[in-house]
């Protein structure tokens, strides 16, 4: 046996709120459609905060929340497709804002929103040959860099922010039984880059990325579940990434999870990828829903296509 658990939780939105009623004056919609649609109440927009600000800011409190300091940390992994620099990596600037030791193993990955699900698996493979045994994981992104302001079915949907956790890596801790898998596909959805003459923006197949998602998040249940070799009524918490609330709720229907047993806060961030999942766990955290000895299912999809779960202990 080897693994981690979570320390310490920690997060960041920028200060702007943009509600629905602020995106009926810039596109045609209003508070109703997305509201029934997303579950979307509000977003967080960056105006004078950077990406690394975001990033920065929720590791510090993650550190602060576990008593860890930073010089106890072997590995900083960023999951994000939305730095400030396409080098150096947001990893990088987390290692000079906090002052990282030097050989502290420091890198961003993209998954989309499943991220945070590939970061935090890389941290469990990681920590066993870190010479310290604490890793931070952030789930980071500013989407509202790569909105297409002409698109209705997608200018709605995104938000930015950042959501950290501090694991901490034992021979005597459970792994957190990751199941993580992708199926490329440049046309459904995603982030247009280099290979295109236009500025970078965000496009989506909404009514095939909601029916990919909606047969992901069981698949990914089913299996973590299964390579635990534990059933569903070991699970304390569900958490899921915050796509659209009917997602959710198809997926708490399913599996009968009480209301007392999942969270939604898209209302609040909308969809900020690989920040949704940190946010979510963070919140939960500080609200004293999950704690020490907590069994989290988390359940991640997105661009890629990517998808993961694993099981999490506080
Ligand atoms: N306001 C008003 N009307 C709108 C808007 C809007 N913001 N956006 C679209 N519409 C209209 C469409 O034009 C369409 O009108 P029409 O029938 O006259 O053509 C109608 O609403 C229905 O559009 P659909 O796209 O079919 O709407 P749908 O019910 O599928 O909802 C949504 C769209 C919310 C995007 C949904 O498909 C969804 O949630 N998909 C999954 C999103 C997701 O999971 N993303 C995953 C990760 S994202 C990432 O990795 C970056």
Request: hydrophobic share 40%.
């Amino acid at each position: 046996m080897s693994g981690i658990k979570i320390r310490g939780t920690g997060r960041f939105a920028p200060a702007k709120i943009v509600t629905n009623d602020d995106l009926a004056k810039i596109v045609d919609t209003n508070d109703e459609w997305i509201t029934t649609r997303t579950g979307i109440k509000t977003r967080h927009h960056c105006t004078t905060e950077t990406h690394t600000d975001m990033c920065v800011n929720a590791a510090r409190q993650a550190l602060e929340n576990a008593g860890i300091s930073p010089e106890d940390i072997g590995a900083c992994v960023v999951a994000t497709f939305s730095s400030d620099y396409l080098s150096p990596s947001a990893a990088c600037m987390v290692q000079r804002g906090l002052g990282l030791p030097y050989d502290a193993v420091c890198f961003d990955l993209n998954a989309a929103c499943s991220g945070f699900l590939f970061a935090i698996h890389t941290m469990e493979c990681l920590l066993a040959q870190a010479p310290r045994k604490y890793g931070l994981v952030i789930g980071a992104e500013m989407l509202s860099r790569f909105i297409n302001w002409e698109d209705r079915g997608t200018c709605v949907l995104f938000g930015d922010g950042a959501g950290a956790a501090v694991v901490e890596w034992r021979e005597d801790y459970p792994s957190i039984h990751a199941v993580l898998g992708c199926h490329g596909d440049p046309d459904m959805l995603g982030v247009t880059g280099s290979a295109h003459p236009e500025p970078a923006h965000v496009f989506m197949n909404g009514q095939a990325t909601f029916k990919f998602a909606v047969k992901a998040v069981p698949y990914c249940i089913d299996q973590v579940l299964e390579k635990a070799a534990m059933s569903i009524e070991d699970v304390d918490f569900f958490v899921f990434h915050q796509a659209n609330a009917r997602i959710i709720d198809l997926a708490a229907k399913k599996y009968h999870i009480p209301p007392e047993k999942y969270y939604k806060n898209i209302q609040k961030y909308g969809n900020t990828s690989a920040a949704s999942i940190p946010l979510v766990i963070s919140e939960l955290h500080d609200l004293g829903k999950v704690g020490p000895g907590s069994r989290v299912l988390v359940v991640g999809f997105g661009g890629g296509l990517t998808w993961g779960g694993a099981l999490v202990e506080f």
